[in-house]
């Protein structure tokens, strides 16, 4: 039992340690973090045994988690509710699947989509995955703009901001298209005027993991029904695509952490669809530079991506030392996209 609770505490801390390894460089043992959860459940599994077998060793595991708080409160968060301050301001980052995509009704999902949208009375809106038309998507254009929002698009991303816009730009970075060619991952900056101070604020949709329908189907059904075969065969097809796309994030995270740091001393706020967990190269690489709202005052593990059997929180909002935020949560009572909104409250120190 001591050997093999020493292998799992090897296991989580090495976890932990893929973060520091560049993706592009080290790509399957960057997946590590994924395992995360897993080690962690074995580790505290043996809390119990010990206790049973002998329990002088059961700080064993509990004096494992000691080097690895800070992942640990990344993944699952603890904070208790403050009432915001007046003068903040309340963001809204959210994947919407295409206005709803995720929907069976699809006109019924663009409705809902947009009535969320609207009734969340944002300051700053910031949708990932965006791209769509047809009336219904129009009249919420026009409706918004009734609303005092401006609104500016690139990719498959859009900001809709109460704010002016001063000025605004892409980041450069590599990206795989999709199969018809396009590029819908992509990060724009904008400089928005909030109450007298200037905020550069990013929207972002990092490398997508191309897991077409098929191989998310087949993975699925194997929870149902286990069948080796077919578990081996749909495991290494996802693994051949994290570990593709996961190396190019790792180069879009850099983009991130060296843009940050141009900028740094302003009020700074990143946000979108980051494609990775909290105990990842490509978050822990950004939030080296910047913090995570969701990690200052979320709750729990606040999964994010809701298609059942891919339990991670991979939409997160960081933001510069100078800004606090408040009751950042994840709304999962809005179900039209494959993602949940991500909600926090802002204020400027």
């Not at 043996?46 to 992942?71: D, Q, T």
């Not at 396009?182 to 400089?191: T, V």
């Amino acid at each position: 039992m001591l050997i093999l609770n020493c292998i799992g505490i090897l296991m989580l801390w090495m976890s932990c340690a893929s973060t520091w390894l560049h993706p592009a460089s080290f790509p399957r043992l960057a997946l590590l973090g994924l395992l995360f959860p897993v080690f962690m459940c074995i580790n505290l599994a043996f809390i119990p045994l010990w206790l049973v077998v002998n329990y002088r060793r059961a700080w064993i595991p509990l004096a494992a988690l000691l080097p690895i708080a800070m992942y640990i409160l990344d993944y699952c968060p603890i904070s208790i509710e403050h009432d915001v301050p007046k003068k903040a301001i309340k963001v809204l980052s959210w994947n919407t699947s295409h206005f709803g995509g995720n929907y069976e009704d699809k006109e019924e999902g663009k409705r809902l989509t947009i009535d969320y949208i609207i009734n969340s009375d944002a300051d700053i809106i910031c949708l990932q995955e965006s791209v769509g038309g047809g009336e219904v998507i129009d009249s919420f254009y026009t409706e918004m703009e009734k609303r005092g929002y401006k609104r500016d698009s690139y990719r498959s991303t859009q900001l809709l901001s109460r704010f002016d816009i001063l000025d605004l730009d892409s980041i450069d970075y590599e990206t795989q298209g999709d199969a018809n060619g396009a590029k819908g991952n992509g990060s724009k900056w904008y400089r928005l005027k909030v109450d007298g101070r200037e905020l550069v604020l990013v929207n972002n949709h990092l490398e997508s993991n191309h897991l077409v329908d098929s191989i998310k189907q087949k993975y699925v059904s194997n929870l149902d029904n286990p069948e080796y075969d077919g578990m081996k065969e749909s495991g290494r097809a996802i693994g051949r695509n994290l570990t593709s796309s996961t190396s190019r994030r790792g180069g879009q995270a850099d983009s991130l952490a060296c843009f940050a740091q141009r900028h740094e001393g302003e009020y700074i706020v990143m946000c979108g669809d980051f494609n990775d967990t909290p105990i990842s190269y490509t978050y822990q690489r950004v939030n080296r530079e910047l913090k995570s709202a969701f990690r200052q005052s979320g709750k729990g593990i606040g999964l994010s991506y809701n298609k059942r059997g891919f339990w991670v929180r991979i939409d997160h909002l960081f933001m510069s030392s100078n800004i606090s935020s408040y009751n950042t949560y994840i709304d999962n009572t809005i179900t039209t996209s494959d993602h949940y909104p991500l909600v926090s409250w802002l204020d400027f120190e």
